[in-house]
């Protein structure tokens, strides 16, 4: 198996390299050209000249210079985002070069963090010093649930079980056509392109592999191992907890993983309950907070108080208890062989850290489920499903007859008509989570409590832990309160759709770019954020009046002003002429049309 694995990978590289050839990383062209090198060297020096002779006259002439330096970098900055929206506008009927170069736009230029700061709080600049910062930072994360070196009692249920099929050549071939391209390679280099345009003989030889890892549920020792690319997420830039990884797996691996996951999810899908909404055919987020929506519209209409707790796990991917799933997996009735099978996925998880062209040593993973593995996210649900049915709460919600668990992944809410059951049902929760290795986050789990009437809610006390009381929550990008109104939550989607307007305004107004491509953009960027779960609003005329000047805001800008050639000025266009001109549905009919 080894030796087959090795073939492909140096059957594929070398092919690449010989036909392909390697192309070199283009530096990215940006405004900051040799022009503006020159222009700042000359004001740098005449600094060095102003601190050594502070005289009036270097003094004048390094405030002259300043001026024609800064008069330059903005001429050419201005000049280069000119050359990008014209080159937008030529890739209009290229979606990918578009929308590239107009999120290029969007976001700015943001370059990699070459300082950092260690544990004793001293910054570091050395590469090879930061790549070993950010390898010490992950294996922390990545390792802080229970090792699976605790022995957990395995019993053998002999049951009968359907025989399972080794994977068709027509199933991989399916897997392998169905790969994202544009995608970066795993350790072994080989990009996902290689592999669909590599022929039929290469395709034979990875069913072989595959075939050989079912039969002897072994897998290569490449496989095995994952690079981890820090990405900048929020807050202060040299402090590595504000960085998230995300992990390069060979296609190979990924090929594999899939096929199993398609076989899984035939039992998966009929033993997750319908109170889980993520990686589930059929559903999002929208059906999520649909039905949230409609709990509290019900429970607020029938004049009833709903008690509401938002529960948050810490690292709860990074926090499985591996064994105690496996044994899960088997008592919810999945294949012994597909258990296996994805035992030797996650058994030896070894990882290294990739940042500014530099590697870190290697590391072991020794809990939780495996990053960037398409098998992760279903496992996740089949764990929480084992937990809910430990938890075996037997009691439901009167007015609309549901679960009083819901869950979008790992975001948990518990519902109840008292405080008292909401405590009874978490306690059974905490106990049940405690046993897989999830342990609830204290200081982000929060407790609302919905009612007509104004009352003070004070903090939930649950097994020594303290849970704050709050009239707003931020659930799954939307606002839910504990007056029922959409108020709030329409003001916040139109700021957010503010934010975004405000970084692509220079190309919305630009004279460059056509209409149409305007269009497109506000379509794309502006709209969706706005309009993100608008099936689940009930809204009022002031709330339509709000979300109808944010578009004509967004119109004006895209059509320009009117000229009127009897007064030889130019007037601000109408409602009515931005509708014409526009000649689509406005934004409430895109609403009430979802």
């Known amino acids: 198996m080894y030796a087959k694995k090795q073939w492909i990978k140096e059957a594929v590289t070398n092919s690449a390299r010989e036909h392909l050839g390697v192309e070199k990383r283009i530096k990215q062209k940006n405004w900051f050209n040799n022009v503006c090198k020159e222009a700042v060297d ?9 601190l050594q002779n502070p005289s009036t006259s270097v003094f004048d002439r390094h405030k002259a210079q300043r001026k024609i330096t800064n008069k330059i970098i903005r001429k050419e900055k ?9 080159d937008m506008e030529t890739n209009r009927f290229n979606p990918k070069v578009f929308f590239n170069l107009s999120g290029n736009i969007k976001k700015g230029y943001k370059s990699l963090t070459k300082i950092l700061t260690n544990k004793s709080g001293n910054l570091i600049t050395e590469e090879k010093q930061i790549v070993n910062e950010f390898k010490d930072f992950f294996e922390k994360l990545l390792n802080n649930g229970q090792p699976d070196d605790n022995e957990i009692e395995e019993i053998d249920y002999y049951t009968v079980e359907p025989e399972i099929e080794e994977p068709t050549q027509n199933e991989i071939d399916v897997v392998i056509d169905g790969l994202k391209n544009n995608k970066v390679s795993g350790d072994d280099g080989v990009v996902a392109e290689l592999l669909k345009r590599g022929g039929v003989p290469l395709r034979k030889k990875l069913t072989e592999i595959i075939r050989c890892v079912r039969r002897e549920e072994k897998i290569p020792d490449d496989w095995n191992t994952a690079i981890i690319c820090p ?14 990884g995300i992990s390069l797996l060979d296609v190979g691996y990924k090929v594999l993983t899939t096929v199993i996951l398609e076989r899984i999810n035939i039992y998966a899908k009929d033993i997750i309950g319908s109170y889980q909404c993520d990686f589930r055919k059929g559903k999002s987020t929208t059906d999520h907070i649909f039905v949230i929506r409609q709990v509290m519209e019900k429970y607020y209409e029938f004049n009833e108080e709903l008690h509401l707790l938002f529960i948050d796990f810490r690292q709860a991917y990074d926090s499985i208890n591996r064994k105690e799933l496996w044994k899960g997996l088997e008592l919810l009735g999945i294949p012994k062989k597909y258990i296996n099978l994805v035992k030797i996925c996650n058994e030896k998880i070894i990882c290294k850290i990739h940042y500014l062209q530099n590697y870190s040593e290697t590391f072991e993973v020794k809990s939780g489920l495996r990053q960037g593995d398409a098998l992760s996210p279903t496992l996740f649900n089949l764990a929480l499903e084992k937990i809910v049915r430990d938890t075996n709460e037997q009691r439901s919600m009167d007015i609309i007859g549901e679960s009083v668990i819901l869950a979008y992944a790992d975001d948990i809410v518990v519902l109840g008509k008292t405080k008292e ?7 059974k929760l905490v106990k049940a989570s405690k046993s897989m290795g999830l342990c609830i986050n204290e200081n982000k789990t929060k407790y609302m409590m919905m009612s007509r009437n104004n009352q003070n809610t004070n903090n939930l006390l649950i097994n020594n832990m303290k849970f704050e009381a709050v009239d707003n929550f931020k659930y799954l990008g939307i606002n839910v309160n504990n007056n029922n109104n959409m108020h709030q939550e329409v003001n916040e989607r139109i700021m957010c759709g503010n934010r975004c307007y405000y970084t692509i305004v220079k190309i919305l107004k630009s004279k460059l770019l056509s209409r149409t491509s ?13 309009t993100y779960a608008c099936e689940t609003w009930f809204i009022t005329k002031s709330n339509e009046r709000k979300l109808i000047i944010f578009e004509k805001k967004v119109l004006r800008n895209i059509y320009g002003s009117r000229f009127n050639q009897e007064t030889n000025t130019y007037e601000r266009r109408t409602n009515d002429e931005l509708q014409k001109l526009y000649k689509r549905p406005n934004i409430l009919t895109f609403i009430r049309n979802k």
């Open 42 to 50: 000359k004001r740098n020096e005449l600094r060095k000249k102003v």
């Open 78 to 86: 201005r000049l280069y985002e000119k050359k990008m929206i014209e």
């Open 231 to 244: 990405v900048y997420k929020k807050g202060n830039p040299t402090v590595t907890e504000n960085y998230r």
């Open 421 to 427: 059951e909401i405590v009874q049902t978490t306690e």
């Open 518 to 530: 305007k269009i497109l953009l506000y379509h794309s960027y502006l709209r969706p954020i706005v």
